[in-house]
């Protein structure tokens, strides 16, 4: 008969060779799917973050990627409305007010495709991927049109402003444009997620 220490040691260690296991895999699926993604490595952390040892298929990891891109620009919503409350008049105030809105649609474009990916069936895979992939595109545009609008606002004045708002835009436009990567991915399986 075995003794209560070493069934409890026995477990642990088969617990930690399954979260062992669970996760190279994880770690080999993140980096294959990555390896053609605009932003590779940022790819393969982002999904470390938020799939975890969790994914196991190409739908797994779309689902992730258009998380971290939805939390991400989460953020940036939220510290974009702080900015706005304080920004002046002119065309910067303009340009990042203008953000907020950009940025609150993408949030919304965001949530509608991981609504979709969570609900994805045979028979309706190639219509809900093709809404998916029109989302994600728009909210990585409404992104990119947040930027070219911060840039173009050129106040002097509020210069150290416009740096902070473009790096973290920039952060949310790379995460975005790896979840747009990886739902074309899934697109293309072709209904085998």
């Not at 969790?54 to 939805?70: E, F, G, I, M």
Request: aromatic share 4%.
């Amino acid at each position: 008969m075995e003794k209560p220490q070493q069934s409890l040691l026995t477990l642990t260690l088969l617990l930690l060779l399954f979260i062992s296991t669970t996760s190279a895999s994880s770690t080999a699926l993140y980096a294959s799917s990555c390896s053609h993604a605009r932003y590779p490595s940022l790819c393969v952390r982002t999904l470390s973050a938020f799939a975890g040892t969790s994914a196991q298929t190409p739908s797994d990891v779309a689902r992730a990627a258009v998380s971290a891109a939805l939390s991400a620009a989460r953020n940036a919503s939220s510290f974009l409305s702080s900015a706005a409350s304080t920004a002046r008049a002119g065309r910067q105030g303009k340009a990042i007010r203008d953000c907020v809105e950009q940025i609150s649609d993408s949030v919304d474009e965001l949530s509608e495709t991981l609504t979709e990916l969570r609900r994805l069936h045979p028979g309706t895979f190639k219509w809900q991927m093709g809404n998916a992939e029109t989302w994600v595109s728009a909210a990585l545009t409404n992104d990119d049109t947040c930027l070219d609008g911060v840039a173009a606002s050129g106040d002097a004045a509020g210069a150290g402003a416009a740096v902070v708002i473009k790096r973290r835009i920039s952060g949310v436009a790379r995460v975005t444009s790896n979840a747009l990567y990886l739902v074309n991915r899934l697109a293309s399986s072709r209904g085998k997620p």
